[in-house]
């Protein structure tokens, strides 16, 4: 770390400075900037297939803009090798989209993993540090139990304990509230703001689920193909009468977003045999 | 206790391939023969060794005492040189004389050691000259057929 | 004019595409391996790893190399006295059981059968593991997937396979035993003296441990390599499944005959 950190530095710890990324000639991301605030909890929300979870791993350094810049902290990610790298990641927490627990382990050593793999406590000192992530889940109960037996909800809290086990200072979560009952999802949503709270941490969760997220974040960016539509804190997104945030809110079927794939003309279509 | 079963499990699988390794190498492969550090080597030259291959054994008395280390070509005698490595436990006199002989009679190839009366003893490097070629079966059929139709020349010649 | 140009060209890529192809996954093979040697030291600083994988290659294919070893054992006793006999040599029936497994039959079949048993659940966990972002989510933890997942698998597979082939020989042999000697009458010292006699060390058992050797590399290889690069679905991983056992078994036999030719030319 650097002495002295620049003011915009301190102040923002992930900058996303007019990115563009592709696959091939697909064009993923386009000219996106946005900015994370330290010790905020922010939400990159939009439709399934606009990039969001290709945000985050821009951010994590596993893909590299085509152009554009990522700033952690006061490194840039797509300069880092991999050592260097590496030793980012350690800093960093992440949650994904299906859980990825460690199927072969079981909930315990799932959580326990980073500490064994990253640092040299003792078994004594890691069993204390496991419990206690997963007693900050609600979990300690089930330490012993494999993923296989847990429940979606558990799972994903499982993988959120795993998440912070190192104590994180950036914690991502790619779509965290997919394919949760309502109770899980109310579980789940509650212990992403306290423990980026309790951990002094950052959040950015990436989601589609408006009203959950609408309700822990602080910082809300909508995007779209590729580019941010709009941005602003939950109380400017609910205000907002932009149309394209309004359909995204009110979730309505058509709006700026259209219901069609584009396609020729209906009649002509139809005429043509 | 989990992690200890795996380990017991896993150290009796390591037991049991090692244990089929020794089997392997001192029961089915009989690894107690000789090695080289405790052998001297003899040279003999035959006119012809027939299907003698390198690692054949050297038998004297029926037991074995040796193996042909190197075979190799005299091209200024056009003869087979054959290199033997022989047991330095067994001695044998200068005068011994080797054979190339079939076990069976379609086995496999091996030299014979027949000792011979004299008290000097054949040392490393030294050169057999008593020596008898591999019977080659052509040869003895051609040889049979030969005979044979000499026996007939008198008949053709009498009509 | 050029649409017939156009259609020659296409002629000629089509033709080329599937070389060129076999030729970067060839590539992206080696560059794998290389890989996966130098992750490899971690079987060195926590042979742990490598012994909960030897659990699973080693140990769980235990059965079916004592059960497939000492039925081929039976089989070749049988059919071997049965053939040698008619040229009244079916005394000499231990050295053949033996000479054949320890050359050939031991290797290559233990090699084929870890590679349907070990191997397609090596490349179906792998996938699997990526298929579920694991592999992703280890990279993610700053822990290289390379090192700490397939690193042991490989070092486990190369330690297992000519430990399981050696069991392989020594229990086909015994099957080989009990058919001559028990069955088929055949003189107890004859059946072991023949054996002892025929049998070299250096020639053959020392040659059918490295022939298990390569092949332990080949197979395991395979197996690591198709899981890694799995397409991230479950289609992806039964097709990867499949060709870790078919390619394991072409290259198997193929490396046979090479390696048979280097060792046996002179003999």
């Known amino acids: 770390m650097a002495p002295t950190p620049p003011h915009s530095a301190a102040e923002n710890l992930v900058t996303i400075d007019d990115v563009t990324f592709a696959y091939d000639s697909r064009v993923i991301l386009e000219n996106i900037s946005l900015k994370v605030t330290r010790g905020k909890v922010v939400a990159i929300m939009g439709a399934s297939g606009c990039g969001k979870t290709t945000l985050l791993r821009l951010i994590g350094g596993q893909l590299k803009p085509a152009s554009g810049n990522v700033q952690v902290g006061n490194l840039s990610v797509p300069t880092l090798n991999t050592a260097e790298l590496f030793r980012l990641r350690r800093k960093m927490g992440m949650l994904f989209q299906m859980g990825a627990l460690f199927t072969d382990m079981n909930v315990f050593d799932n959580v326990a993993f980073q500490m064994r793999e990253h640092t040299d406590l003792p078994e004594t000192a890691i069993r204390d540090l ?62 992403i703001r306290t423990l980026n709270d309790a951990l002094g941490a950052t959040s950015i969760i990436v989601t589609h689920d408006v009203q959950e997220s609408l309700k822990i974040v602080d910082y809300v960016y909508l995007m779209s193909d590729g580019v941010v539509m709009a ?39 139809l005429m043509e045999s | 206790m989990k992690r200890q079963l795996l380990d017991f499990w896993v150290g009796l699988f390591v037991a049991l391939g090692i244990a089929a390794l020794v089997f392997l190498s001192l029961r089915v492969a009989n690894l107690t023969g000789l090695d080289d550090g405790s052998a001297y080597s003899v040279l003999a030259e035959f006119d012809n060794i027939g299907g003698l291959k390198v690692r054949a054994p050297v038998k004297s008395a029926g037991v074995t005492v040796g193996r042909v280390s190197d075979i190799d070509y005299d091209t200024v005698q056009h003869k087979a040189v054959v290199t033997v490595a022989i047991d330095s436990r067994y001695q044998f006199s200068t005068d011994t004389s080797m054979s190339i002989l079939t076990s069976g009679l379609l086995g496999e190839q091996y030299i014979g050691i027949q000792t011979g009366s004299d008290s000097e003893m054949l040392q490393d490097g030294d050169l057999v000259w008593l020596t008898s070629s591999a019977m080659v079966l052509e040869n003895l059929i051609g040889e049979f057929l030969f005979s044979k139709a000499k026996e007939g020349t008198g008949d053709t010649e009498a009509q | 004019m050029s649409d017939y140009l156009q259609r020659v060209s296409g002629f000629f890529q089509a033709l080329g595409r599937p070389v060129t192809e076999q030729l970067v996954a060839l590539g992206r093979a080696a560059r794998f391996f290389v890989e996966v040697i130098l992750a490899s030291g971690i079987c060195l600083r926590r042979p742990g790893l490598v012994v909960r994988e030897m659990y699973f290659i080693g140990v769980m294919s235990l059965v079916i190399i004592l059960v497939s070893g000492l039925f081929v ?46 191997g397609s659940a090596v490349t179906a ?13 280890m990279e993610m933890m700053a822990i290289q997937p390379v090192a700490r997942v397939v690193a042991p698998r490989f070092c486990a597979g190369i330690l ?23 069955l088929l009458g055949v003189d107890t010292g004859t059946f072991w003296s023949q ?73």
């Open chain 1, 130 to 191: 496991t419990l206690m992530k997963l007693h900050a889940v609600g979990l300690r109960g089930a330490w012993n139990l494999m993923p296989s037996e847990l429940s979606g909800g558990m799972a994903r809290r499982v993988a959120l304990a795993r998440a912070i086990a190192l104590d994180p200072m950036l914690v991502m979560y790619d779509e965290p509230f997919a394919g949760l009952d309502p109770i899980s999802l109310a579980i789940v949503g509650r212990l």
């Open chain 1, 231 to 269: 941005e602003g804190t939950v109380a400017d997104i609910q205000r907002s009468d932009d149309p394209f945030v309004r359909q995204f809110v009110d979730a309505r079927a058509d709006g700026p977003v259209p219901f069609h794939y584009p396609a020729q003309e209906y009649q002509a279509m």
């Open chain 3, 73 to 118: 054992g039976l089989v070749l006793g049988l059919q071997m006295y049965d053939t040698l006999e008619r040229f009244g040599s079916g005394d000499i029936v231990g050295m053949v059981v033996a000479l054949s497994l320890v050359r050939e039959l031991g290797p290559v079949l233990s090699a084929l059968l870890i590679s349907s048993r070990a």
């Open chain 3, 125 to 137: 966990e792998i996938g699997l593991m990526k298929t579920t972002e694991q592999l992703t989510a």
């Open chain 3, 160 to 182: 297992s396979v000519p430990l399981l082939t050696a069991i392989f020989n020594v229990v086909g042999i015994f099957g080989g035993y009990l058919v001559a000697v028990h």
């Open chain 3, 195 to 267: 054996m002892e006699s025929a049998v070299d060390f250096r020639m053959d058992v020392v040659n059918g441990f490295i022939k298990s050797v390569f092949f332990a590399v080949a197979i395991i290889f395979i197996a690591v390599f198709q899981g890694f690069h799995a397409t991230a679905t479950a289609e992806g991983v039964s097709l990867a499944t499949t060709q870790t056992v078919v390619k394991s078994a072409l290259v198997v036999l193929g490396m046979d005959f090479v390696l048979t030719a280097f060792m046996f030319r002179g003999i």
